[in-house]
RNA sequence: CGGGGCGUAGCGCAGCCCGGUAGCGCGCCUGCUUUGGGAGCAGGAUGUCGGAGGUUCAAAUCCUCUCGCCCCGACCA
């Protein structure tokens, strides 16, 4: 491609609009531009990426003997009714109605229309096993659609499908796309961590995560670094401490704390350690009821952990007036001490406490030398708090690490939630009907892109893992000379016989800003050609993630880059088979 | 959904408080010179000041409404 013909509109300046690194330099290299909120145009540069990243991942799909098909973006709500989801999804779904008033939404997955084509196709057993993918455009309404393509509203996803006939199958099913997984991410050249994940309202047995370990991450995992042990954090279960020796109990006391309602304040007041309080979270339950969460003041409460244990899917705090009306005391300064008539569930990290400090149900009051059991009952204990850095690994014991992560990918195995709902079944040989046991397994592939410059970039631009870059290699002319043309273009011609992908930086412009604009664009090698160079018969090629130079002459070049190219792109597949 | 901020030339911004000819830098066009890390000189084009309504002799500027965008938060008591 020549530069000159071609439509990547680099900036100069920073847009005022990008936060993150990765959706600054996507938008400077003309890979994407802003239609609206989390909705881009891919322009030719951004394109070519997705199409690579998209490449990769259907050689490992069809590898794994998954099937590639098309499902339709629209689709209608008879189906989503089914499974409930027309209501449950919420506002994240885009709904839309035809010229019959006929309910319709745009698919932000397609569990639903998946599992209704199986059920019309799909009789016996002996079709089974069947795995199906697509790379297909979906919507979700995002709450807050931010940072590029990292949490877009209109975003490209690979989403496969895997329908078996038992568990074990399935089972089989899901390692092997976790492998594939595996593979892509590595093939795409990224650093990443699969990690043990809620299965959230998709339900389902089982779950991991890929996360692109990335500062600017949304999402906080904790790993073991003696093992292979890595959870979201929503996710990782937290070892109940060691149960306490009893130990003499001190009396329980009344204590004025006006306006210390935060366990911030409390400790300032008091001065005290934040371990040593007890906050009480409420959640509304049902109408005009509440539930009790202890949590202690140093820990997170894990909602989703709540939720899963209460059986209810959309857990929320109740407001401050229902808590006053039903434990008659301002938030802030409720405990679970005699208020017999609400449940209470305590976090397991409290049964090791004693002497602690909770609110006293009365205005600017908190009770201390409080105890679990002596002063209030405990219905349900628990694991209901967020793990958190220096919590023992529940494999190994050992303090646990947190980092951040972009989620990439996510697979989960469904089991029979949909098929049931959707009457998705199967003969066996006996002649008996099962409802299919189904896995989905999704991959942003926007958002590989937007990892992949999040780990692989410097103060001067992208600097694209071979395997993705849009563009292999870029020729620099940066004298105008006639001679520096011809050998440009000489060049240019030779690398193009050779496949090489390459862009030609034609244009006339100086040196500078060739310089400039090739650094940013992150095409992995640079060929300088100029006069100097020319002089002594040779052209300079610059690796751009090392800055390392090569000198060569002229007719070595093509070979030369031929054999970088091709190694690293072997490198790239070989490192996927350790 | 709540709070804050911003919409002025393709991009980045000033002007707005205190109403009176719409500006700056970059980019763009023409010409000449230049050409190994974002060139110099000379000339030039470009705006429904996000939109609607209002106040006023006069509105980018004041008031009301509206749309779009950005950031933070969305209940951890």
Redesign the pocket.
Known sequence: MRLSQSFI????????????IS?RLML?AGMIR??????YSYLPLGLRVIRKIETIVREEMNRVGAQELLLPILSPAELWKETDRWDFYGKELVRLQDRHDRDFCLGPTHEEVITDLFRREVRSYRQLPLTLYQIQTKFRDE?????GLMRSREFIMKDAYSFDRDEAGAQQNYQRMYDAYCRIFSRTGLQFRPVEADTGLIGGISSHEFMVLANTGEELIVFDPDSPYAANVERAEVVPPPAQEPSELKPLEKVSTPN?????D?CALLNIE?SR?V?????QTAEDT?T?VL?R?D?????IKIQRFLGLHDL?????E??AKITTA?????GPVGLSHVRILADNAIAALTDFIV?GNEPDVHLLNVNATRDFAVHDWGDF??AQAGDPSPRTGNPLQTARGIEVGHIFLLGTKYSEKMGATFLDAGGDSHPVIMGCYGIGIGRIAAAAIEQNHDE??ICWPMPIAPYQAQILP????EA?RLASEQLYDELCQHNIEVLLDDR?????????????IGTPY?I???????ARN???I?DRKT?E?VLLPPDQVTAWIKNAVTQELVRSKRKEKE
Do not use: C, W
């Not at 301002?330 to 409720?334: A, H, Y």
């Open positions: 509109p680099t900036m100069r300046q920073d847009p005022g609009e990008a936060e993150v959706h400077r802003k239609v609206a909120t989390g909705i709450i807050r659609p931010r940072f210390a309602k935060s366990v911030e409390l934040a309080v906050k009480t979270l409420f959640y509440i009790g949590i003041g820990h997170q409460a894990n909602e929320t705090l109740a407001s401050p229902l808590v301002p938030v802030g300064f409720v609110g708090r967020q001067k631009g940066v004298t105008s000379s520096v006339n412009e100086r040196g500078g800003v060739k310089f400039n604009d090739a650094d940013m640079h300088i050609i100029g006069d100097k160079g020319l040779t052209l300079e610059k800055g130079k």
